[in-house]
């Protein structure tokens, strides 16, 4: 459970949001949720494909990357998850505040049970990136 915790935080967080299989929910999101639910889908396909360095460089804030290992980033999440294995991030809901965001989530790896966590965003250099992750 910790270890899956630390992949979205880490990561920046756990992207390829799931929005519970309902298409037409989905489309209908527009303008800054739209672009939260994309940073969140990023950040699942970024991990389950393990491009560390995306996750850092273009997923996270540039205070995020540097609490997660700056220059080191990408090789501190590589060695931390190593060992996750299919990690999952199904989006619950999504709360914009002008320049910041909360997505509610639900992670889940292989052989741990599923952790329901918040991610907050910030806009920077243009769009939402991620901030940080808690419980």
């Not at 672009?35 to 950040?43: E, N, P, T, Y």
């Amino acid at each position: 459970m910790k270890r899956a915790s630390f992949v979205l935080a880490g990561l920046a967080l756990l992207t390829g949001c799931d929005s519970g299989g309902r298409k037409d929910a989905a489309e209908a999101i527009k303008g800054a949720p739209k672009q939260v639910a994309a940073a969140v889908a990023s950040l699942e396909a970024a991990t389950q494909a393990r491009r560390y360095g995306e996750i850092c460089d273009d997923l996270f804030t540039r205070a995020a990357r540097r609490r997660a290992g700056g220059r080191d980033c990408a090789e501190l999440l590589r060695a931390a998850t190593e060992d996750v294995r299919r990690p999952r991030v199904r989006l619950l809901s999504i709360r914009v505040k002008g320049e910041t965001a909360e997505a509610r989530v639900r992670t889940r790896s292989a052989g741990e049970r599923a952790v329901d966590e918040t991610i907050a965003l910030r806009r920077e250099r243009g769009r939402y990136r991620i901030a940080s992750l808690s419980p």
